[in-house]
């Protein structure tokens, strides 16, 4: 395990280019089916006024961060985004951990999160964390994908 100090915290609006460079170093695997980057300043931004980034830091800079959304008794993450250089050092799970933590702390009893189809490496990730496939959404990103894909939706009981 890594030795340097890590903090966990809230991303504010000074954060918004951290974020989109994380985020989209991580999803950079997806260029074979998208063509473009995964997210913008705009989109962070208003990510950021519906839900909230969970952010990892350590004294090399920014490792990984998370987006949350409280749905009710549910709470919903996506773009869990670990630096490339940083991938396979647990980050994802200490990002997921701390998502899960926050959303029992605000009364979710569930936590739910989706994937596309051609991410083959995801599932086996998310099967050791506990997540279970709940079923299929149709793909409804904002571009067209040089593949056909779908969404894999997948929950875990917090209780």
Same mark, same amino acid.
């Given at each position: 395990?890594?030795?340097?100090?890590?903090?966990?915290?809230?991303?504010?609006?000074?954060? &918004? !280019?951290?974020? &989109? #460079?994380?985020?989209?170093?991580?999803? /950079? &695997?997806?260029k074979f089916f998208i063509e473009r980057d995964r997210i913008d300043s705009?989109?962070?931004? *208003?990510?950021?006024? *519906? /839900?909230?980034?969970?952010?990892?830091?350590? !004294?090399?800079?920014?490792?990984?961060?998370?987006?949350?959304?409280? #749905?009710?008794? #549910? /709470?919903?993450? /996506?773009?869990?985004?670990?630096?490339?250089?940083?991938?396979?050092?647990?980050?994802?799970? *200490?990002?997921?951990?701390?998502?899960? !933590?926050?959303?029992?702390?605000?009364?979710?009893?569930?936590?739910?999160?989706?994937?596309?189809?051609?991410?083959?490496?995801?599932?086996?990730?998310?099967? #050791?964390?506990?997540?279970?496939?709940?079923?299929?959404?149709?793909?409804?990103?904002? &571009?067209e994908t040089l593949i056909p894909c779908h969404f894999i939706l997948y929950? *875990?009981?917090?209780?």
């Amino acid at each position: 395990m890594d030795s340097n100090l890590q903090t966990i915290r809230q991303a504010n609006p000074e954060d &918004v !280019d951290s974020l &989109v #460079r994380i985020i989209n170093a991580a999803f /950079g &695997v997806e260029k074979f089916f998208i063509e473009r980057d995964r997210i913008d300043s705009e989109t962070v931004r *208003k990510m950021l006024n *519906k /839900g909230r980034f969970l952010l990892v830091e350590d !004294d090399t800079g920014l490792a990984a961060c998370i987006y949350l959304e409280l #749905r009710g008794k #549910r /709470g919903y993450f /996506g773009l869990l985004s670990v630096d490339p250089s940083r991938q396979k050092s647990g980050f994802g799970r *200490k990002m997921v951990n701390a998502g899960e !933590d926050f959303f029992r702390a605000n009364g979710c009893r569930y936590s739910d999160m989706r994937i596309v189809n051609l991410r083959a490496e995801l599932p086996a990730f998310y099967d #050791r964390l506990g997540y279970k496939v709940t079923g299929t959404e149709q793909f409804d990103g904002p &571009v067209e994908t040089l593949i056909p894909c779908h969404f894999i939706l997948y929950s *875990k009981p917090l209780f």
